[in-house]
């Protein structure tokens, strides 16, 4: 929901809340006081926006389609960001800054401020019964959502359901994965006993709560969940794919039925919007769009497009009849961005020229971008990865494999601008099982979702060593050199800050 990035004072207010640098938000007593907070329902509103801000940050869901440099699909040349290029080469470490400590204490914000809330808003007079419930119910969807966030990343965290003091936040230990696994649920579990069908884009819903347990479930293989949940969003008769995958992801068209859950932005002073134009567009002199091109598809992703008709890609011109999601999610050589061709009028940053491609999606062409104010929101969750989870439980479970191809091929066909070549049936469940992994790559490309998806699958020994290709056949980088260690790197470690604060904590295998 927009109003989310308009309370300037109310952020202000909110940046009081990280005084202290300890892993969790403790509030200082002298600056919201039960005589001059929880008045009137803005309180809590204020309260609730912030967590919501929270996401936006670059080191937790704000980086978009940069997320993808954790993984095959995109490299990060500008380590100045948030150092996924660490985390996507196998170099991260404790010591690492930004990603390893930010997405923790960030995330604690969260929940911090979620506890604070629970145990305050029945101190506000005459709050109108359905509004409160509706505000709890986006409360513990964002509580969950942070829980998730830090168990997908870190493993066992520490579980807060109160408010704490500084002194107890230094003594708190990890819970087991599992048990950071079941507070998720729970969370989900909360809100989607409260929330409400429908809502403002960037709000969460009933669908988004169900489409976000559905993926916590999907993260740990619970395939019969993944089913019963896909089912029950389904039964809410509210989401579709849309008809067109280039419009899927330009402003005009944001809360489109496609979408379940997204990370609002807007345009406006105070750095409101995101960071996509700023970090991933190429400069563009004609408009004064100083781009960095910080974080760029691979060639390996261009790679992965299959052609239209399923011939073999032609080496004398490798991007005729190709998939239409290539040139909906990548800028390559010979296509033009913003009107101009690339890589000659329009071109890379001079320290990103290595490589001629550049992402597209998420990527406002229609109009010039002052910095970090595009307004284009960032869709965490789409119905169109809602059918592919679907598929992938049938096929794990081995209950209907052609079903599966048939919900694939929907994918595959049925948008007005993507058409290729339906998927064959009667696969094996080892086949079905590879066309489905590939066409998560494709349809989801630079939207954040491969980085779980090799993790959940521990596909990491199979995919690298990764080499990072230039124009010349020769290489940038190599992403995991000495290999993938499934045990350690499916996981961030504890930042050494943390762990010199709190040292209960352990820290995780391999750092």
Not at 276 to 289: A, I, S, T, W
Not at 387 to 413: F, M
Not at 460 to 487: A, R, W
Request: hydrophobic residues 35%; aromatic residues 12%; proline residues 5%.
């Amino acid at each position: 929901m927009k109003k989310i990035l308009t309370a300037i004072l109310a952020l202000a207010v909110l940046t009081s809340f990280n005084a202290c640098n300890d892993y969790l938000d403790v509030l200082p007593d002298d600056q919201i006081t039960d005589a001059t907070f929880w008045e009137e329902s803005a309180d809590a509103d204020m309260i609730l926006n912030g967590c919501y801000k929270s996401l936006t940050n670059i080191c937790m869901l704000g980086y978009g389609p940069g997320i993808d440099a954790a993984t095959p699909n995109a490299y990060q040349w500008a380590n100045w960001e948030n150092r996924l290029a660490l985390v996507g080469d196998g170099r991260v470490a404790s010591t690492t800054n930004l990603i390893v400590p930010q997405r923790w204490q960030i995330s604690y914000q969260m929940i911090y401020r979620t506890n604070y809330l629970f145990e305050n808003i029945d101190k506000i007079p005459d709050y109108d019964p359905a509004a409160k419930e509706q505000l709890i119910g986006e409360a513990y969807f964002l509580r969950g959502l942070a829980y998730d966030l830090l168990t997908r990343s870190y493993g066992g965290v520490p579980i807060v359901t109160k408010v704490i003091t500084t002194q107890e936040s230094k003594e708190l230990v990890r819970a087991s994965e599992a048990d950071s696994w079941n507070q998720v649920y729970s969370d989900y579990d909360e809100a989607i006993k409260r929330l409400a069908k429908d809502g403002k884009t960037g709000q969460a819903t009933l669908g988004a709560a169900l489409g976000m347990k559905m993926k916590a479930y999907l993260y740990n293989s619970d395939w019969a969940k993944v089913l019963e949940y896909c089912d029950r969003i389904d039964g809410l008769n509210k989401y579709k794919l849309y008809p067109s995958y280039y419009g899927l992801f330009q402003p005009e068209n944001e809360g489109n039925d496609e979408t379940l859950f997204a990370i609002s932005f807007m345009s406006g002073p105070n750095s409101q919007g995101s960071c996509f134009d700023r970090y991933f567009q190429p400069q563009n002199l004609k408009y004064g769009m100083d781009g960095s091109s910080s974080t760029y598809p691979t060639y390996d992703l261009v790679r992965a497009y299959e052609t239209i008709d399923g011939s073999p890609v032609d080496p004398e011109n490798p991007y005729v009849n190709r998939d239409p999601r290539l040139d909906f999610t990548i800028v390559r050589p010979g296509a033009y961005f913003q009107g101009q061709l690339f890589p000659t009028e329009i071109g890379k940053h001079t320290q990103a020229l290595a490589v001629s491609l550049n992402i597209r999606k998420y990527l406002i062409e229609t109009r010039q971008i002052v910095e970090f104010q595009s307004d284009l929101d960032f869709m965490v969750l789409r119905y169109g990865d809602v059918l592919l989870c679907r598929a992938e439980a049938l096929i794990e479970t081995n209950q209907d494999v052609n079903a599966a191809i048939d919900i694939i091929n929907r994918i595959r066909t049925e948008r007005d601008d993507v058409k290729i070549k339906p998927i064959d049936k009667g696969l094996s469940q080892a086949d079905a099982r590879k066309v489905l992994r590939h066409e998560r790559r494709i349809e989801l490309a630079l939207e954040g979702q491969y980085w779980d998806d090799i993790k959940r699958w521990k596909a990491g020994p199979e995919l690298y060593p990764s080499i990072v290709d230039d124009d010349n056949g020769g290489s940038v980088s190599t992403k995991f050199p000495n290999g993938y260690d499934v045990k350690r790197d499916n996981y961030l470690p504890i930042a050494s800050s943390e762990l010199s604060i709190n040292p209960n904590l352990d820290q995780n295998y391999g750092y």
